[in-house]
């Protein structure tokens, strides 16, 4: 029996009887619940058809085992509930054994949903416990060989008439994010995890530059970021560094130079208003940048500092060129604790802040979410357990480097596991991006649905053969577009979900896993669905009107928890409080989750807009239109911006108004002409004028925001 199992939640086993469902239990973790139980009757139960392995079937034919068979069919389980009632006496327990199931990596749950049905129909009061097994979900910093086995983490019980299968998982799920949250790596540096995988992984993994055709193995880009750190250590005494670039090798070595440096990387949205790049530069207090010439250049509409406080890093670079050559020698012959010694590093860990992204809020004003330690590591660990990748594969890395999804899935990610890349500045160019797939065997691709019609367009399907992944996120992904993706590239595209403040991915569909001999396959993936939860992820629901709390498979505002949520927003107190209680973080979203286990995103409560992946927000598109048609709503509201269905983009903005003429075109082309003048992104500019006698206002004076949406829809 294996002694390298760790137990937590301990106080939570009742001395009374109960019904032991834990998500998923092997042989030698068979033996040490059998032992947590040692001195009490123990009852071994299982579905008739269960898959065993030869050494649980063999311990159950033992002299002295009690174990019981039902059917997942069974008409009556309340009767099979009162049988096995009578084994709780005295404090027995029932343990109900999973068996043998094919399953994707890191999932805490092996249990079908007809059988967790019938095992809460039984009425018995249940204990919840989610195994992990370490080893499964692994991350580059942490000694595997000190790692327990297993971890087993118990729940309270449940009462037996408050059993669900609802109420089951989300406790399981609760369990779950309890072990992973105790993982020791969450404590430690992302430039220490960084520079350990970059060593590990340094000479057989490279970024491949789609913008020339260039290589560059990992431990020359690990080697130039060293050189250049010394050298932003003596440019600004500041904590955070700008960083206006999109993907590449020079995207890559500014944020690892600024990490080196003992700072904190700051990727500035470039294709933001220009009061929001100055609001997010104010907020973050940042005096120096780093950029490139061409892209300063190519970018010519962008708010850009003084030349005094740029940083070119083609410049700066090839001065270098000895130190970067000594550090390619240096980093191969000492070990990580040496070179970070010399660095500096491992001052900041843990919840101090690592990196820091901004989001626009309603107000307008952008928000600042600043990343800590854990939340990246915890996030490069949670995403890496599911999507497996080998240090041979290849992901495409196009997304920008100021969204959450760029900055940990192509950026932290492919450094700390040792996965290549290939990168190019833009997910917009599909056509040169099937090119980069085709010429590099790329087999993940990550995108939207926006970005996936372009490639429905311009791509030749032998040009995609390569890909195992195809994950969406940021919007809807239409069942539509996802068959005729199918059909056309023969590869099913997976929803995802993840916020900027998750850091960013929560749940993902995944390619349903092949079966293997007798034994059941669990769904990795419901369309229509955005997938199950990553490891080290706990969920509740409350209700949207009055916020107190309902059952998981009802249509609920989504609360999540975990080691990857952000700790609050940058010196906000106040928008942190109402988004951060006790722990769980109130999404904004509406959703349920059905008795797999996948989340099923139904509605949004902020007023944003999804548009090809960006947030939008309506209130900051308000003011902007108010500003220009220098409209006065003080007394009455004349104008209100709506999201709108769009087949291309998955939402439009929409503007209701009552200050409109005859001609509706016209007046909307002057007036997104204006706001572009104005700075505003083409994306936000209203799509389509809608005319109204008012515009719809509450009893309290606020917008009616559902009487709007209906005005616009109807």
């Not at 949250?181 to 960084?194: D, K, T, V, Y």
């Not at 995403?383 to 594969?393: A, D, E, K, M, Y």
């Not at 939860?533 to 505002?557: E, R, Y």
Request: with cysteine; proline share 6%; net charge negative.
């Amino acid at each position: 029996m294996s002694k390298n199992i760790e137990i937590l939640g301990k106080e939570h086993i009742p001395s009374e009887g109960a019904l032991v469902i834990p998500g998923r239990l092997d042989f030698h973790e068979m033996l040490h619940l059998e032992q947590i139980f040692a001195g009490r009757a123990i009852t071994w139960i299982c579905e008739e058809n269960v898959v065993l392995d030869d050494a649980i079937r063999s311990f159950l034919e033992r002299d002295g085992i009690t174990a019981v068979a039902f059917s997942a069919d069974d008409a009556a389980p309340e009767t099979i509930g009162d049988n096995l009632r009578d084994k709780l006496q005295s404090g027995g327990v029932l343990i109900y054994l999973a068996g043998q199931v094919c399953s994707t990596s890191g999932d805490c749950c092996h249990i079908t949903a007809p059988i967790l049905r019938q095992l809460c129909a039984l009425g018995l009061p249940v204990l919840p416990v989610a195994v992990s097994k370490p080893s499964e979900i692994a991350s580059a910093p942490e000694n595997t060989a000190k790692l327990p086995s297993s971890i087993f983490s118990f729940r309270p019980v449940i009462p037996g008439n408050e059993v669900t299968p609802a109420t089951w998982r989300q406790a399981l799920l609760e369990a779950d994010e309890i072990a992973f949250s105790s993982r020791s790596f969450l404590n430690g540096s992302l430039p220490l995890a960084i520079l350990s995988g970059l060593k590990k992984h340094g000479s057989t993994t490279k970024l491949y530059d789609g913008t020339d055709d260039s290589e560059l193995a990992f431990d020359r880009i690990l080697a130039a970021a060293i050189a250049f750190s010394g050298e932003l250590k003596q440019m600004t005494k500041k904590k955070r560094v700008g960083i206006i670039l999109p993907p590449g090798k020079g995207g890559m070595v500014a944020n690892l130079a600024v990490l080196f440096a003992g700072k904190i990387p700051v990727n500035l949205n470039f294709t933001a208003s220009h009061a929001a790049v100055q609001s997010s530069i104010r907020q973050a207090d940042i005096d120096k940048f780093i950029t490139a010439d061409p892209f300063v250049r190519k970018v010519s509409s962008f708010p850009w500092p003084p030349n005094r406080d740029l940083i070119f890093i083609e410049r700066s670079l090839p001065a270098l060129k000895k130190k970067i050559i000594r550090w390619v020698v240096l980093t191969k012959i000492l070990p990580v604790s040496v070179i970070a010694k010399i660095l500096g590093l491992g001052n900041s860990s843990g919840d101090d802040e690592a990196v820091l992204l901004f989001t626009s809020g309603s107000s307008g004003e952008p928000k600042g979410v600043p990343l800590s330690h854990r939340n990246v590591l915890a996030n490069v660990c949670q995403f890496g357990s599911r999507i497996c990748l080998g240090h041979h594969t290849k992901i495409l890395g196009c997304l920008p480097l100021f969204h959450s999804f760029g900055s940990t899935v192509t950026l932290w990610y492919p450094c700390i596991e040792g996965v290549n890349l290939v990168t190019y500045p833009s997910p917009l160019e599909t056509k040169r991006l099937a090119e980069l797939i085709e010429m590099h065997s790329v087999n993940m691709l990550l995108s939207t649905p926006t970005f996936l019609r372009g490639y429905m367009r311009r791509v030749k399907a032998e040009q995609l053969q390569s890909l195992d992944y195809v994950v969406t996120g940021a919007e809807k992904l239409p069942e539509s577009l996802a068959t005729a993706f199918k059909e056309k590239f023969g590869i099913l595209p997976l929803e995802g979900y993840g916020l900027t403040e998750t850091s960013p991915a929560t749940n993902v569909n995944l390619p349903t896993p092949e079966q293997e001999g007798q034994a059941p396959v669990i769904d990795s993936n419901r369309f229509g669905s955005v997938g199950k939860f990553l490891p080290g992820m706990a969920v509740k629901m409350t209700n949207p009107a009055t916020g107190k709390p309902s059952p998981i498979d009802h249509q609920g505002t989504i609360w999540l928890r975990g080691a990857n949520i952000f700790p609050g927003y940058l010196g906000d107190e106040k928008k942190t409080a109402e988004v951060i209680k006790d722990g769980w973080f109130n999404t904004g979203d509406i959703g349920r989750i059905d008795d797999d286990g996948f989340l099923y995103i139904e509605g949004r409560l902020s007023r944003f807009s999804k548009i090809a992946g960006e947030m939008v927000p309506h209130e900051t598109v308000e003011a902007a239109i108010t500003k220009v048609l220098g409209l006065d709503q003080e007394t009455e509201r004349k104008i209100a911006v709506v999201g709108i269905p769009d087949e291309q983009k998955g939402e439009a903005i929409a503007l209701l108004t009552t200050v409109c003429g005859d001609t509706l075109e016209q007046e909307c082309i002057d007036l997104r002409y204006k706001l572009m003048d104005q700075g505003l992104p083409s994306l936000w500019c209203p799509k389509s004028f809608i005319p109204t006698d008012e515009i719809p206002i509450l009893a309290s004076g606020k917008l009616d925001i559902k009487a709007c949406q209906q005005l616009a829809e109807s």
